[in-house]
């Protein structure tokens, strides 16, 4: 018995909950590990993650500073060392966006590339 195209095939994830972990937590790609695309997941986790500890340690000490003179003595060293991972951050988040639209859209596909279509 010949198997069924994968256009004919029905996703067994459901785009509610996709679209929802998307909504509340797409920085952290929970919403492709649902839909088990585990290596984009582990990637768009990796990326958010990475740029949050970068900002982190760029930022480092700005925690610290009490007086107008002192933040901007921190502004002038750090120049635009801040400004890398906040971009990253920026870039990270346009994933989530293009993927809740894509599944509002019904044109998101499972990890097997079949595509989703049935909310509940």
Request: proline content about 5%; charged content about 10%; hydrophobic content about 55%.
């Amino acid at each position: 018995m010949a198997a069924t195209p994968p256009s004919l095939e029905q996703s067994t994830k459901r785009i509610l909950p996709a679209f929802l972990l998307c909504a509340v937590a797409g920085f952290f790609g929970l919403h492709r590990f649902y839909a088990g695309k585990f290596v984009s997941g582990i990637v768009q986790l990796a990326v958010f993650a990475g740029a949050l500890v970068w900002l982190q340690r760029a930022c480092a000490g700005v925690f610290q500073i009490t007086t107008i003179d002192e933040a901007m003595a921190w502004a002038q060293a750090q120049g635009n060392a801040p400004l890398a991972p906040l971009l990253l951050i920026l870039a990270a988040s346009i994933l989530p966006v293009i993927d809740c639209i894509r599944l509002a859209a019904g044109k998101f596909r499972d990890g097997k590339g079949i595509a989703m279509t049935r909310w509940t």
